[in-house]
């Protein structure tokens, strides 16, 4: 995880950092890319260190841990991301919290935020960290 404490640089997040004075904690707090679909998005385009990806033109090229992201109005902002759980014969299912969703087909057809002009955008994680 990089660039804390500055929420617009980097992926992380805290856990309740202590404030200096004995037993008493601040709120977490963590970087848009942590909490932010579309800041995800932006920052696994440009990262060169921490956790990076490659963005990939087609759902059968990701493998598990990889992420999907989804633009409902397909206006080029990310609504929603989630994680590839499992591939079968090729198709990618995930896991998803807005709605708990558990090996759920990716291209969320049966949802109500799915529109005809929904995009998605399919990154591979890295397997190395740097």
Not at 18 to 47: D, I, K
Request: proline share 4%; aromatic share 16%.
């Amino acid at each position: 995880m990089t660039g804390a404490p500055n929420r617009g640089r980097g992926w992380w997040i805290t856990d309740g950092w202590q404030t200096g004075r004995p037993g008493q904690f601040a709120r977490e707090t963590w970087s848009y890319s942590w909490s932010v679909s579309h800041a995800l998005r932006l920052y696994l385009e440009n990262a060169t260190s921490g956790l990076t990806a490659t963005r990939v033109n087609s759902p059968s090229e990701l493998t598990v841990g990889d992420v999907i992201f989804y633009d409902f109005e397909g206006d080029g902002r990310t609504n929603h991301s989630t994680i590839v759980t499992s591939m079968i014969n090729g198709v990618p299912y995930i896991h998803a919290h807005t709605v708990n969703s558990e090996n759920r087909h990716y291209d969320y057809r049966n949802s109500l935020a799915y529109t005809p002009n929904t995009q998605y955008f399919y990154y591979k994680i890295d397997d190395v960290f740097n």
